[in-house]
């Protein structure tokens, strides 16, 4: 044999014995996630609670994958923060993907109570949450009736004063 076919069998047996030890190879681990999706959720309410509304967040934004309710809970955490563009878009995707969610239809029809703008869409959906579960009435009810009052008082201020 010549120097060089020595040298191709050198560096053959030293790439054959790499990847039989599986030294200095790249490896992909891939790891399974321990908890469940309501696991997250669970573990993102117990974040919420003390305040640790990134963690929160953070839970609920895995648990959403497999569980729709999770995008109401982070739109909870958003309105608790005072980021009502975000808590309006995550009760959205709450619906979106369960429109029989009562939680959420009443929860955005809070946020658009609270900004004092798309009154009659809040309207529209505080009467589908209080349609859609009656068993939270006293809830949904009073989500309605604060908005009609948000509705008429703009009404009142435009009249003339009755003598």
């Known amino acids: 044999m010549t120097g060089l076919s020595m040298r191709r069998l050198y560096v ?61 809970y982070a739109g909870n955490v958003y309105f608790a923060r005072g980021e009502m563009d975000h808590a309006e878009e995550h009760y959205r995707k709450a619906l979106d993907k369960d429109p029989r969610n009562a939680d959420a239809c009443n929860n955005l029809a809070w946020v658009y109570y609270t900004r004092g703008k798309d009154l009659q869409e809040a309207e529209r959906l505080a009467s589908r949450a209080l349609e859609l579960n009656p068993g939270k009435a006293a809830l949904y009810q009073d989500t309605l009736q604060k908005i009609r009052e948000k509705m008429v008082v703009p009404l009142q201020q435009g009249l003339p004063a009755l003598k």
């Open 12 to 72: 053959l047996h030293v790439l054959l014995l790499l990847l039989l030890c599986g030294c200095g190879l790249p490896r992909i681990i891939v790891l399974d996630d321990p908890l469940t999706p309501e696991e997250h959720l669970n573990l993102g309410v117990s974040y919420e609670k003390k305040g640790e509304y990134d963690a929160a967040l953070k839970e609920y934004a895995i648990a959403s994958r497999h569980l729709p309710a999770a995008f109401l």
